[in-house]
């Protein structure tokens, strides 16, 4: 081989190298250019929040860990369970919601509750379900999904569930179930 020959040889191999280590770096650049910017996100642990109208308490939630990832549309994310207490006039509690998780979108005032959703009212009532929408404006409980609602030994199950922010007057669609009705009680 001549020093013609093995400088081209030379040449060619660096001209290659330089393109695929080029290109190797090319891949990586698309590849972290590619990736979505991380979303802002507060955390806070042991959280109790205290809403309240005209200086009158409302309600308080309690979660054990607080999310708040702030976006063009920011949201709060509870994953570890939360408990919101709602409270009458005069500050006696008129009814408890808890779940497992709960997404509360700020800019729609709207609460999803989710996983083993649970809430009682005044008259001892316990309504169930996997998932339960509060509406803060229009102070409404909805949910999509079958709802039970247990009183005094009696549950019955529907669909189309929805119920005033207190509990004490709901409706729901296709209501089935069991009643143990006294003489008095019945129809």
């Not at 330089?18 to 290109?23: G, K």
């Not at 809430?119 to 229009?138: H, M, P, Y």
Request: overall charge negative; aromatic content about 12%.
């Amino acid at each position: 081989m001549g020093a013609k020959a093995y400088i081209f040889y030379s040449l060619l191999v660096c001209t290659v190298f330089a393109q695929v280590a080029c290109e190797n770096n090319l891949k990586d650049v698309e590849e972290i250019s590619s990736k979505k910017n991380p979303i802002p996100v507060d955390k806070s642990s042991g959280v109790e929040i205290i809403y309240s109208d005209s200086a009158i308490v409302k309600a308080k939630l309690i979660a054990p860990e607080l999310l708040h990832f702030k976006t063009k549309n920011p949201y709060y994310e509870m994953n570890k369970g939360v408990t919101i207490i709602f409270y009458n006039e005069v500050m006696q509690e008129s009814n408890r919601v808890t779940a497992d998780q709960a997404i509360r979108r700020e800019n729609e005032r709207r609460v999803e509750l989710r996983q083993n959703v649970v809430a009682t009212n005044k008259k001892g009532e316990t309504f169930k379900s996997d998932e339960l929408i509060w509406n803060e404006n229009t102070k409404r409980f909805t949910s999509s999904k079958v709802v039970s609602v247990s009183f005094s030994g009696n549950t019955f199950y529907g669909t189309s569930f929805w119920a005033n922010e207190d509990f004490s007057y709901y409706e729901m669609d296709q209501a089935t179930g069991n009643f143990n009705l006294t003489e008095n009680q019945g129809f």
